[in-house]
């Protein structure tokens, strides 16, 4: 069964160092996303992408964070200064199609998330 | 999108049923209920949705009271391996974003 798959799993950084977390969503999927979860709260949307260029944003994705699909496959997540409170799994997920919610190919799917630690 | 509530934590035995109830009396014609589960920090992993008829597939039933304002996920046979955070997700139809937004969840704690 097709999986998204993202790489490194756990990331270790110093606090203003930059960070790029990789993604390789399903193989047809045309829409990708990143979430995070700080530890013991909620998981929380950052980031959708499609077509090269965002689609949504939430105020949490602020000029600190960028992504980009460098080719075919990858999306990545990349954090410029990181701080402290970056510290958290950030999950990449993808769908296949977007627009009516419960339509066919409209399921996000979540790869297994990397743990991200800012010191 | 309509807010959900849910329960912050539930009991099961193994092998038996799992109900995991949701509230959204909110909810308007246009909006899905959306299940997903995350097992301990894991990704969230996508089980059922619906619109208003019940649904049913191989991890798990769906059943949407006839008003809409609830729903019932139903693990029939629930294993050690069930055991997760359960999240109800109410999300409009197209061109209103397509995050998900979780909650808090439903904590199912399956016991032997």
């Known amino acids: 069964e097709p999986e998204v798959t993202q790489t490194p799993s756990h990331q270790v950084t110093q606090m203003g160092q930059e960070v790029i977390l990789r993604c390789v969503p399903i193989?047809?999927?045309?829409?990708f996303y990143w979430y995070r979860q700080i530890l013991g709260q909620k998981v929380e949307f950052l980031v959708s992408f499609y077509n090269n260029e965002i689609s949504e944003k939430s105020e949490i994705f602020d000029d600190q964070f960028s992504v980009e699909r460098p080719d075919g496959s990858n999306f990545t997540l990349k954090i410029r200064s990181t701080k402290l409170e970056d510290s958290a799994m950030y999950f990449c997920?993808?769908?296949?199609?977007?627009?009516?919610?419960?339509?066919?190919?409209?399921?996000?799917?979540f790869g297994p998330g990397t743990r991200l630690l800012v010191l | 999108d309509a807010k959900t509530t849910q329960p912050t934590s539930m009991d099961c035995a193994e092998g038996r049923a799992a109900n995991l109830p949701c509230n959204h009396s909110?909810?308007?014609?246009?909006?899905?209920v959306y299940w997903y589960r995350q097992i301990h920090s894991q990704g969230p992993q996508y089980i059922i949705h619906?619109?208003?008829n019940n649904e049913t597939n191989e991890m798990a039933s769906l059943i949407i009271t006839e008003d809409r304002k609830s729903s019932t996920l139903i693990l029939p046979h629930a294993t050690l391996r069930d055991t997760a955070v359960y999240y109800c997700?109410?999300?409009?139809?197209?061109?209103?974003?397509?995050?998900?937004?979780f909650g808090g969840g439903t904590r199912l704690m399956v016991k032997p």
């Open positions: 619906g619109l208003k």
């Open positions: 193989s047809n999927h045309l829409y």
């Open positions: 997700i109410v999300r409009v139809a197209y061109n209103a974003g397509n995050m998900l937004t």
């Open positions: 909110t909810i308007s014609g246009n909006e899905y």
């Open positions: 997920a993808s769908s296949e199609a977007r627009g009516l919610a419960g339509g066919p190919g409209e399921t996000q799917y």
